[in-house]
């Protein structure tokens, strides 16, 4: 089972279906937990709609299944197309309150390292307009393409929650996969970006 794989960091993240949230549980300051959130998902256990840890997943050395989707202008745009720089491919949604939150230190990296490496945003279960909305309001300056409902990108990379930060070397090989948003996931940039020639 994927789970058993999983190495545990604690951290926040949306489930994998889009999340109605009260106002007010997204004011909610939610404090550190250590262990993996094993509930199952689904929409009758509201309990399961946020996972308070992130999985870190394990090296998966494998060439990252290519995506194909629009971008902004409605430019068809395809992953292959990024290689030569390591990439982050960030899953996200305009509805998960932890992908939001996790836009300014994204930003702030995007500018630490420009130039170095590249980030393409996979909005998900969003409406057009909700996504073009999210990507001005959060003024997002990296590559951002629009994953339409029945697409198979969810399957191709097994997207179990949100956001999912998975990144690629220069070759397009999945070195790391983080569920939720942790600061792991920056480290792990600085170990690597620092290192590039």
């Given at each position: 089972?994927?789970?058993?794989?999983?190495?545990?960091?604690?951290?926040?993240?949306?489930?994998?279906?889009?999340?109605?949230?009260?106002?007010?549980?997204?004011?909610?300051?939610?404090?550190?937990?250590?262990?993996?959130?094993?509930?199952?998902?689904?929409?009758?256990?509201?309990?399961?709609?946020?996972?308070?840890?992130?999985?870190?997943?394990?090296?998966?050395?494998?060439?990252?299944?290519?995506?194909?989707?629009?971008?902004?202008?409605?430019?068809?745009?395809?992953?292959?197309?990024?290689?030569?720089?390591?990439?982050?491919?960030?899953?996200?949604?305009?509805?998960?309150?932890?992908?939001?939150?996790?836009?300014?230190?994204?930003?702030?990296?995007?500018?630490?390292?420009?130039?170095?490496?590249?980030?393409?945003?996979?909005?998900?279960?969003?409406?057009?307009?909700?996504?073009?909305?999210?990507?001005?309001?959060?003024?997002?300056?990296?590559?951002?393409?629009?994953?339409?409902?029945?697409?198979?990108?969810?399957?191709?990379?097994?997207?179990?929650?949100?956001?999912?930060?998975?990144?690629l070397d220069t070759q397009g090989r999945v070195m790391?996969?983080?569920?939720?948003e942790d600061p792991a996931f920056y480290k792990y940039?600085?170990?690597?970006?620092?290192?590039?020639?």
């Amino acid at each position: 089972m994927m789970v058993a794989a999983m190495v545990l960091v604690a951290t926040f993240g949306c489930s994998k279906q889009k999340a109605t949230i009260p106002e007010a549980e997204e004011q909610q300051e939610v404090g550190t937990v250590s262990a993996l959130d094993t509930s199952t998902e689904s929409p009758t256990n509201p309990s399961a709609s946020h996972s308070d840890t992130t999985a870190v997943l394990p090296v998966d050395e494998f060439t990252a299944p290519d995506i194909t989707l629009k971008d902004l202008g409605g430019k068809t745009v395809s992953l292959s197309s990024l290689r030569g720089k390591p990439v982050v491919l960030d899953f996200w949604g305009s509805w998960c309150v932890w992908c939001i939150r996790g836009f300014p230190k994204m930003k702030e990296y995007y500018q630490k390292y420009v130039g170095k490496f590249e980030i393409m945003g996979i909005d998900c279960n969003d409406t057009d307009e909700a996504w073009r909305k999210a990507v001005k309001d959060n003024d997002l300056p990296w590559l951002q393409v629009y994953c339409p409902e029945g697409s198979s990108v969810f399957d191709d990379y097994d997207i179990q929650g949100f956001p999912t930060k998975i990144i690629l070397d220069t070759q397009g090989r999945v070195m790391k996969t983080f569920l939720g948003e942790d600061p792991a996931f920056y480290k792990y940039l600085d170990d690597i970006l620092n290192n590039e020639h």
